[in-house]
């Protein structure tokens, strides 16, 4: 299989289909986002909810995505209006969907530069024997260099526009398979080896050891929540990046098949992160803490304290380089199908002229942690990379995520019969009682994915 019409492809294999896709979903969350939440939460307790959760909502959701994608064999762009032509005010989607790409991108690629410069750094061993304070500082003087910063977008970039452009099955579905079966064979590799140190048992302990304890202090509830807020954002759905790979594969196998392997592998990938990172950490007595400081000063000082951890660093960096740009390369993928589709442009053309959109979209946000580091739009503390990510993690995927089902389960889309069709299409898993399902979608789904915007804008604004 082939290009078609030289714009459009489709995947060689099944493989390489669930390999990019879950390389889409995961990202810096599964690394440092999940595992913290996994110990505060109650350990086994909360990877429990999380399953039941993952099963409730993420594969419905993910398996949304993928039927707009196959039925329609279009990008976000023409997808809602080729399945339902008369009906156009489902045209909002797209013009949300590519708004959030670009500005996913605006911001994630600043994040994957810095990692690659980490892995740089890392390898070349400036970071190792450096104290807590001359971390710190590197990482600052990183922030308020906007050159350095922008040298690496342009890197990270150019590398996943390239791959791009060399097509869907020579560049994204060939780089992509590699890069996550060597990321997969990273972290068990770096697994095993914090499973050996000192401080194993302690930190797998407080990861995975029901605690009904820690449970009660965050509160039942919380501890939902938070299960609900994971699965959500960590697959990445309601902007449209696993949309387009949805419309490149065949109707060989049914999309609640293949959603729950692609849910399954970004699950692996969240669990093993946190058996790398809390043996470690409780090893070398080392408060594991949310967010990049996790990545970019706390795992450096550990590094630093560990035997043969210019080697170990430069693993880690490795393997976080990797699944930021499996992410990158889903969504530029997305951005350039878009692109093709909505001014005609061959998918050379769109990924020479993104080359150079994407980086420039990315100037702002860098500057925000230095010159413009005084505009604080979302309250003291806050930057621009801030904001980006409130629209995007906040805005853009649940509203997304929500008229996607709306139009999926409305008259006036694509009607229910036409997303159970496309669904149940192959070999595999059905989708099973369609009216029970329907009401399902129509209320549970929906009332869900308002309830998770509702408390994002609380926490946000009112917390």
Known sequence: MGDVNNTRGVFASRLGFLLVAAGCAVGLGNVWRFPFITGQCGGAIFVLIYIVFLFLLGIPILTVELAI??????????????????????????????????????????????????????????????????????????????????????????????????????????????????????????????????GASAGMSFYLKPDLEAVEKVGWFNVILNAMTQVFFSLSVGIGSILIFGSYISKKHSLIKESSIIAILDTIVALLAGVIIFPACYTYGIKPDVGPTLVFQTMIQMFSQMPNGRIWGSVFFLFLSIAALTTVVAVIEGIIAGCMELFNWSRHKSAMVNFVVIPL???????????????????????????????????????????????????????????????????????????????????????????????????????
């Open 361 to 463: 979209l990315s100037v702002p946000v860098i500057l925000g942690f230095n010159q413009w580091s005084g505009f604080t739009p979302l309250g003291s503390g806050s930057n621009i990379l801030d904001l980006c990510d409130f629209i995007v993690t906040n805005n853009v995927l649940p509203i997304g995520a929500l008229l996607m089902v709306m139009f999926c389960v409305s008259k006036t889309g694509w009607g229910w019969n036409g997303y159970v069709n496309e669904v149940n299409s192959g070999s595999g898993i059905k989708l099973p009682g369609a009216e029970f399902a329907r009401i399902y979608y129509k209320y549970f789904v929906v009332s869900i994915i308002i309830v998770l915007l509702l408390t994002g804008y609380y926490g946000k604004f009112f917390a």
């Open 69 to 198: 994608g196959r039925s329609s064999g279009c990008s976000v762009v023409k997808a809602f209006t080729s399945i339902s032509p008369n009906f156009r005010r489902w045209g909002v989607i797209p013009v949300i969907s590519m708004f959030g790409l670009y500005m996913l991108m605006s911001y994630y690629s600043v994040i994957a530069g810095w990692l690659v410069y980490y892995f740089v750094q890392v390898a070349e061993g400036s970071t190792i024997g450096l104290s807590k304070t001359e971390i710190g500082a590197k990482f600052n003087s990183l922030q308020a260099d906007p050159y350095i910063q922008l040298a690496y977008v342009f890197m990270v970039i150019a590398t996943v526009c390239f791959i791009c452009y060399r097509g869907l099955q020579n560049g994204v579905e060939k780089i992509t398979k590699y890069c996550m079966v060597g990321m997969f064979l990273v972290m068990i590799v770096m697994a095993a080896n914090s499973l050996t140190l000192e």
